[in-house]
């Protein structure tokens, strides 16, 4: 399985989760994409976006200092 890294660092909501779904159209069945953001709204915007396109969200883990970084099963 491979994993896929996207930085969205210095994004504000919504550019981190439009990313997610631009990166999403070429993402195999399979794939892991780790997304890196420091968007206070982040961790809900996604689980949102994963409830909405069937993705599973492997997780969300807040890093500190403002930064997350979730994990998306594709």
Do not use: H, Y
């Not at 439009?18 to 990166?23: E, H, N, S, T, Y």
């Not at 070429?26 to 976006?49: H, Y």
């Not at 994963?50 to 970084?69: I, R, W």
Request: glycine share 6%.
């Amino acid at each position: 399985m491979a994993t896929e890294i996207l930085d969205c660092n210095g994004m504000k909501c919504p550019q981190p989760v439009l990313k997610v779904a631009i990166q999403a159209r070429k993402i195999s069945p399979g794939t892991t994409l780790e997304v890196l953001a420091d968007c206070s709204a982040f961790p809900n915007d996604i689980r949102k976006w994963c409830d909405k396109n069937k993705k599973t969200l492997l997780s969300c883990s807040d890093l500190g200092d403002g930064a997350f970084k979730a994990q998306i099963q594709f």
